[in-house]
């Protein structure tokens, strides 16, 4: 990877890691807390816990819609802005219903599309899946960081100071978004509006849809079997709760470990969809031998290694394979309406694995997770393989801050290139192109122009 993507994975992945930190900060200790609220119910404490799943799900697509058409750094800020006020309203809170706006609004923040849409924007498709991989892994870091630092920042500040450290870190995203990371200018277009025959052309195109299927089966997963593994360990296992974190971490090592070669092995053999197959199949056997080894330890940690495994790989491939199946002046919102399907997938593993547990048992739940991917792997099997587009980095020099958009329409239009990205802060512009089509002279002589 080149500085600019070397600084673009680092900075979203911050960016990203610290938000979802501290929405994932009270899972371990917020129950406890709430019963010294007013108008505290069981209901409503779950409420509270979930419904900034909901409120992401909702408000992704038109966020990475509207990323299409301001610009995705002003998104950014403006979703981390929201995020901030509803962190500063759940820490004010002495009622119940006051946190759940406060959760609602920090949902409301929704810019993971428009944060995977820059992501895609600033790297080349050789690199992209490694910069989503560790956009990806830190966000796995920070809910296995959130499980150890919540009950330690409980006891020292309390879950009101989890929520003001919350919009302190927010804050802090905001100054990375306007200092640290380049400004993508793509040629513009009337396509990148919100409106229902553009967003009715994403949910049509079944490339997309599968992937979309695919991360609402995969969040879902997760989030039904966390809320039965920490019981299994606690209950079956011996393990203090306060132990738990161990017993993930050493999971999470591992798995990435695993992920290194998977991906650079998946981009040296251009197999992209072998391996996203495999991938599901590993997690799928992870869900099922779970299922059965809960009587022994050793087999049950294993069985969390294959699934996450393939979920790290699952979940650092896609966002990089929506990027390229989806047009690039609707990008964001393909990224949204792919966010929002995984939130939805986490708001309802939730209440689907609290429906199992109390009807059936353990099982039920990976079971039924297990099912729940053997249909996605019969609906991703017929996924058709991305052009394999090439990139190709024109050096633009200095210009004009009128000139950029105009530049950036001017290379897209040329022959054989499907996408053009200026980052005019360096002087170059990243293109997208068929090396059947493409006429690398006409770029040269166009840039030459520029100087």
């Not at 946190?99 to 690199?127: W, Y």
Request: proline share 3%; hydrophobic share 55%.
């Amino acid at each position: 990877m080149n500085p600019i993507e070397r600084r673009a994975a680092v900075s979203l992945a911050l960016i990203y890691a610290t938000r979802m930190l501290g929405l994932f900060m009270i899972l371990p200790v917020f129950a406890i807390y709430a019963e010294q609220l007013v108008h505290v119910t069981p209901f409503l404490v779950g409420l509270a816990i979930g419904i900034y799943g909901l409120t992401q799900a909702t408000f992704q697509i038109p966020f990475g819609a509207w990323s299409d058409r301001i610009g995705r750094k002003p998104v950014i800020i403006i979703g981390l802005l929201i995020f901030v006020l509803g962190s500063i309203v759940a820490a004010m809170a002495d009622s119940i219903y006051w946190v759940i706006v406060g959760r609602a609004l920090q949902g409301m923040g929704a810019i993971a599309s428009a944060i995977m849409a820059l992501a895609s924007d600033l790297t080349r498709d050789e690199h992209r899946t490694k910069v989503m991989a560790v956009i990806g892994a830190s966000i796995g870091a920070s809910f296995m960081l959130a499980l150890v630092l919540g009950p330690l920042l409980q006891a020292w500040v309390g879950v009101p100071g989890i929520f003001w450290i919350t919009a302190i870190l927010a804050m802090l995203g905001i100054l990375l978004v306007v200092f640290l990371i380049p400004t993508p200018v793509q040629a513009s277009s009337e396509l990148a509006t919100l409106d229902r025959t553009i967003l009715g052309s994403v949910l049509s195109d079944r490339q997309l849809v599968r992937l979309d299927m695919g991360v609402f089966i995969l969040h879902m997963a997760l989030t039904a079997i966390f809320v039965i593994v920490p019981i299994i360990l606690r209950d079956q296992y011996n393990l203090a709760a306060e132990t738990h974190w161990q017993v993930y971490l050493s999971i999470l090592l591992i798995s990435l470990v695993l992920l290194v070669p998977t991906i650079i092995f998946s981009e040296k053999l251009n197999k992209t969809k072998m391996f996203f197959i495999v991938a599901i199949l590993l997690s799928a056997a992870g869900l099922l031998i779970m299922s059965f080894s809960i009587s022994s330890f050793n087999i049950f940690f294993i069985a969390m290694v294959l699934f996450f495994w393939g979920f790290n790989f699952l979940e650092a491939s896609m966002p990089s394979l929506v990027s390229k199946l989806s047009n690039p002046l609707t990008k964001g919102m393909s990224m949204g309406v792919f966010s929002s399907s995984q939130f939805l997938g986490a708001f309802t593993g939730g209440l689907v694995a609290g429906l199992l547990l109390q009807n059936f048992d353990q099982n039920g739940v990976f079971l039924f997770a297990f099912v729940m991917f053997l249909i996605w792997f019969l609906v991703a099997s017929s996924m058709q393989t991305p052009v394999d587009f090439k990139s190709y980095t024109a050096q633009l020099g200095n210009m004009k801050d009128t000139q950029v958009e105009q530049v950036a329409a001017a290379l897209q239009a040329l022959p054989g290139v499907a996408e053009a990205t200026v980052i005019a802060e360096e002087g170059i512009a990243y293109l997208r192109v068929d090396k059947n089509t493409f006429e690398e002279d006409r770029v040269k002589a166009y840039c030459a122009q520029l100087n």
